[in-house]
């Protein structure tokens, strides 16, 4: 079965380095830290939004490590049910579980044994699925369920997730042992608002990709306008590079027959509230109303040295009400 799963392509990674587009210095930073990543076999942990390019990432490291020509083997970990993650990654013996087969299976370790296994969506790994998979990365070897005879295996791990895992650790929903074993290598993919910068050099190359596809046509016969690309840059992207590309072919496709120009910003982009807002909505931590208070109280009394008269002006409240916040939160000079 391994064997002719490899014939076919399925444990090949497809993409490297030269498929992540973009040069702003955002993108760049962090493919150099996976050009290093991509040099040793450490553990190497991939974290962004949806749709930044992620698993581009993790196909490019591969690809471009001493591994590239041993499976590489993905495996969604949010997408498989709790109780058979386990057997997914470390396989099972005969019978193992009511709807085992009755021979058994090797697990995804085994499979990707000498190349590299990316674990997406990792931070959704159930409680005790993180400990095995700790104990496979402490020791090197994997028990499959049921069985009781470890087996080694050599196999290089990358994970993703779209989650905050420090706040995931922060609320012990992710061992923290578990995360430094992962992040030897730490690679932060930016969204696509903090590099607007590549936006127009990526649509040239999605209407080039759409342009064939599509149209069956070179991209000298699609023009673009200032407008549709200023348009585009002003933005906020939520969905990343996937929505960016969604909303390019979607508007090829729309286009029947020559001369065919995109001039017009689709709706669901012209419709959105400016990109400012978006990206203050989508950068900041939201927190309780309250917790903002405190923390702006003690901020200002602590910047104006207590000065009661300074710290109600800049707060724009009555005095009555800075005595009675500092009472409520029990603020003193000290703390
Ligand atoms: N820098 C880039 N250059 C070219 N294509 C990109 C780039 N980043 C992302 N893409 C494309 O955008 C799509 C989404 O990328 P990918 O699946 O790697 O995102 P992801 O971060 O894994 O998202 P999710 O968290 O939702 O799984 C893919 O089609 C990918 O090829
Ligand atoms: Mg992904």
Redesign the pocket.
């Known amino acids: 079965m391994r064997q002719s799963a490899e014939q076919n392509g399925q444990w090949r990674a497809s ?1 490297n380095f030269a ?4 040069r702003s210095h955002a ?1 760049n930073n962090a493919i150099r830290i996976a050009k290093v990543a991509a040099r040793s076999s450490a553990a190497t942990l991939i974290l ?10 993790a196909h490019a490291i591969h690809n471009c490590s001493k591994r590239s020509d041993k499976p590489f083997v993905s495996i969604n970990c949010g997408a498989i049910p709790r109780e058979l993650i386990e057997a997914e990654l470390f396989g099972y013996m005969p019978n193992a579980f009511t709807g085992a087969s009755n021979r058994g299976a090797i697990g995804k370790f085994s499979i990707a044994d000498g190349g590299t296994l990316f674990l ?2 990792v931070a959704d790994l159930s409680p005790e699925a993180q400990v095995k998979l700790l104990r496979a990365i402490s020791t090197g070897e994997i028990v499959r369920v049921g069985g009781v005879r470890p087996e080694k295996t050599d196999v290089r791990i990358i994970c ?1 997730t ?1 989650k905050n895992i420090q706040t995931e650790v922060e609320n012990s929903y992710f061992r923290e042992d578990l995360y430094y074993r992962l992040n030897v290598f730490e690679i932060r ?1 930016p969204p696509l608002r903090e590099r607007l910068e ?1 936006i127009e050099e ?1 649509i040239k ?1 999605f209407i080039n990709t759409g342009a064939k596809k599509i149209l069956h046509q070179n991209m000298d016969e699609i023009s673009v306008t200032d407008e549709f690309i200023n348009g585009l840059k002003s933005y906020s992207w939520p969905g ?3 929505q960016l ?1 969604a909303v390019l072919e979607r508007e090829i496709y729309h286009m029947s027959s020559p001369p065919y120009i995109l001039s017009h910003l689709p709706d669901s982009i012209l419709n959105a509230p400016p990109a400012a807002a978006q990206t203050i909505a989508h950068a900041t931590e939201i927190k309780p109303l309250k917790q903002i208070e405190f923390e702006m109280i003690k901020a200002a009394l602590s910047r104006f040295n207590w000065n009661i008269e300074k710290t109600i002006a800049a707060l724009q409240i009555s005095r009555a009400t800075l005595y009675r916040k500092i009472n409520e939160y029990k603020l003193n000079k000290r703390k």
């Open positions: 993409f498929n992540i587009i973009g993108i962004g939004e949806s749709g930044v390019g992620k698993e581009l990432f997406d969506e993703a779209n993919v590549d990526i190359y990343n590079v996937r590309q």
